[in-house]
């Protein structure tokens, strides 16, 4: 029987131990007298299973505590818009604020300017079992407020990228803003597109360099630099992009991939969550890719999306046994069956490594389960490099776009190389900031129609944004 489906069932039955025990002992004088933990925030309740089982789990084994869950997502407008951050900040600032909070790592910057968040770096440094040295040290970096305290922690993240073929990008030796325009004018009047023109629009390439990083956006200072020289490349840059997404701009069956392989696209943009998604690109693209990452004025960057992350109100009467609970999802025998993620936990990493180098299934070329596969048309195999004699079936299978099949393989060596530089070297948080994305929105129209230049268009959104950031302190 499947281990997971066994896993599940047995925890099912504990929380119906538990509901039992605890309806037997209604309306006896020795029943626990606890004290009850709250927990708000985002999906709370719906989506995220894997919490909903840790609260339960949590509520099973303590005598002292019980934790409540409430979530943000029911709060709606008459209009039906969300109302999910004005509610909490109306909590945190009325001194009704939960005692933790769970969601969007992005959601608690204003709860951290306002000191309204503990820091969880002393929890953590005198955790009998833990230590700032079993995470990845450059996204726990990502992670620290500005004055390097740690305000809010997720379990896992995932990369953005840009990754291309080596023998397009593999002479860029420093992915920046500038080379980024020297890679487009040399595809100019031919067939050939840096990206693909169904995907990526002006408004969009300034969006993802505004939101990542902080060349032109200081999200932890609060300070705009859009009047700079690379911001102004930027936007020149961003002119030769579409103005619209054009779905029909190509065949909709063809993936970026295959236009990647055929030579009509250079690069693609690429959201890397697991190993084998990783490896999803690398079967169909080949293990030697590149990943570029965002351009820079310091050279190409990977983004860091963190998870949805937890966060411990100051005002919380019951901060150590807050903790007490967030330090579940930090154990290295955390079930990796729920991450559907890259792990903070290096170990966890390390142990998700190992299972991938793992064959599914090895079988002789000449053999009749092999033939059977063939005839069948079931998974997809290559030829073992070390044995032409043998055949390693595909663990899983599927299609990229609708085009291109890819099967999932023991990890390989360089496989294993070139994820381990991806994930050691990505240091850019990821922000998106819808009242930047409307001033953008507002501002280049001008300028796209050429009734406003690049420097003066930079010059209005730097007054805008910065004004904006000057509201938000």
């Given at each position: 029987?499947?281990?997971?489906?066994?896993?599940?069932?047995?925890?099912?039955?504990?929380?119906?131990?538990?509901?039992?025990?605890?309806?037997?002992?209604?309306?006896?004088?020795?029943m626990?007298?606890?004290?009850?933990i709250?927990?708000?925030?985002?999906?709370?309740?719906?989506?995220?299973?894997f919490?909903?089982?840790?609260?339960?789990?949590?509520?099973l084994?303590?005598?002292?505590?019980?934790?409540?869950?409430?979530?943000?997502?029911?709060?709606?407008?008459?209009?039906g818009?969300p109302?999910?951050?004005?509610?909490?900040?109306?909590?945190?600032?009325?001194?009704?604020?939960?005692?933790?909070?769970?969601?969007?790592y992005?959601?608690?910057?204003?709860?951290?300017?306002?000191?309204?968040?503990?820091?969880?770096?002393?929890?953590?440094?005198?955790?009998?079992?833990?230590?700032?040295?079993?995470?990845?040290?450059?996204?726990?970096?990502?992670?620290?407020?500005?004055?390097?305290?740690l305000?809010?922690?997720?379990y896992?993240?995932?990369?953005?990228?840009?990754?291309?073929?080596?023998d397009?990008?593999?002479?860029?030796?420093?992915w920046?803003?500038?080379?980024?325009?020297?890679?487009?004018?040399?595809?100019?009047?031919?067939?050939?597109?840096?990206f693909?023109?169904a995907?990526?629009?002006?408004?969009?390439l300034?969006?993802?360099?505004?939101?990542?990083?902080?060349?032109?956006?200081?999200?932890?200072?609060?300070?705009?630099?859009?009047?700079?020289?690379?911001?102004?490349?930027?936007l020149e840059?961003?002119?030769?992009?579409?103005?619209?997404?054009?779905?029909?701009?190509?065949?909709?069956?063809?993936?970026?991939?295959?236009?990647?392989?055929?030579?009509?696209?250079?690069?693609?943009?690429?959201?890397?969550?697991?190993?084998?998604?990783?490896?999803?690109?690398?079967?169909?693209?080949?293990?030697?890719?590149i990943?570029?990452?965002?351009?820079?004025?310091?050279?190409?960057?990977?983004?860091?999306?963190?998870?949805?992350?937890?966060?411990?109100s100051?005002?919380?009467?019951?901060?150590?046994?807050?903790?007490?609970?967030?330090?579940?999802?930090?154990?290295?025998?955390l079930?990796?069956?729920?991450?559907?993620?890259?792990?903070?936990r290096?170990?966890?990493?390390?142990?998700?490594i190992?299972?991938?180098?793992?064959?599914?299934?090895?079988?002789?070329?000449d053999?009749?389960?092999?033939?059977?596969?063939?005839d069948?048309?079931?998974?997809?195999?290559?030829?073992?490099?070390?044995?032409?004699?043998?055949?390693?079936?595909?663990?899983?299978a599927?299609?990229?776009?609708?085009?291109?099949?890819y099967?999932?393989?023991?990890?390989?060596?360089?496989?294993?190389?070139?994820?381990?530089?991806?994930?050691?070297?990505?240091?850019?948080?990821s922000?998106?900031?819808?009242?930047?994305?409307?001033?953008?929105?507002?501002?280049?129209p001008?300028?796209?129609t050429?009734?406003?230049?690049?420097?003066?268009?930079?010059?209005?959104?730097?007054?805008?944004?910065?004004?904006?950031?000057?509201?938000?302190?």
């Open positions: 029987m499947d281990k997971l489906f066994i896993k599940k069932i047995t925890k099912c039955i504990a929380v119906l131990v538990l509901s039992a025990v605890m309806l037997a002992a209604c309306g006896n004088e020795d626990p007298d606890y004290e009850i709250t927990i708000n925030g985002w999906f709370c309740r719906d989506s995220h299973r919490l909903r089982e840790q609260v339960d789990a949590f509520n084994q303590s005598s002292t505590h019980q934790i409540h869950v409430i979530d943000y997502d029911f709060w709606e407008s008459l209009d818009s109302l999910q951050d004005v509610r909490f900040m109306i909590d945190m600032m009325t001194g009704n604020a939960p005692d933790i909070i769970f969601g969007p992005q959601s608690f910057s204003d709860v951290v300017e306002k000191g309204l968040i503990i820091d969880l770096y002393p929890l953590i440094d005198t955790d009998p079992a833990l230590c700032r040295t079993d995470f990845f040290p450059n996204i726990l970096g990502v992670m620290e407020a500005p004055d390097g305290t305000p809010a922690i997720s896992t993240f995932s990369i953005n990228t840009f990754i291309g073929l080596p397009v990008v593999g002479g860029i030796e420093s920046t803003v500038s080379e980024m325009l020297a890679l487009i004018e040399q595809t100019e009047g031919t067939d050939i597109e840096v693909s023109g995907w990526m629009t002006a408004e969009m300034l969006n993802l360099s505004m939101g990542y990083g902080q060349d032109y956006i200081d999200w932890q200072e609060n300070k705009a630099n859009l009047d700079s020289e690379e911001f102004i490349q930027l840059i961003s002119s030769r992009f579409p103005n619209d997404s054009n779905p029909w701009y190509w065949d909709g069956e063809t993936s970026q991939a295959m236009r990647m392989l055929r030579g009509e696209q250079l690069l693609t943009h690429a959201h890397l969550f697991e190993i084998s998604n990783y490896q999803m690109y690398t079967d169909v693209l080949g293990d030697d890719i990943a570029l990452g965002i351009p820079t004025k310091c050279g190409g960057a990977h983004v860091v999306y963190i998870g949805n992350g937890f966060a411990v100051a005002n919380s009467p019951h901060k150590d046994a807050a903790w007490d609970f967030i330090r579940q999802f930090l154990q290295p025998d079930d990796i069956d729920h991450m559907w993620s890259f792990p903070l290096m170990d966890i990493f390390e142990r998700m190992e299972e991938a180098k793992i064959p599914n299934k090895v079988l002789d070329v053999s009749d389960e092999f033939k059977a596969y063939v069948d048309g079931r998974f997809p195999y290559r030829i073992l490099s070390t044995d032409n004699s043998k055949v390693e079936i595909a663990l899983s599927g299609m990229m776009d609708g085009d291109l099949t099967g999932i393989y023991a990890l390989t060596e360089t496989e294993e190389r070139n994820l381990r530089a991806i994930l050691e070297n990505a240091s850019i948080p922000y998106t900031d819808l009242t930047v994305m409307n001033i953008v929105r507002e501002e280049t001008r300028f796209f050429g009734e406003r230049s690049a420097a003066d268009t930079a010059r209005v959104m730097q007054n805008r944004i910065q004004t904006y950031l000057n509201e938000r302190r």
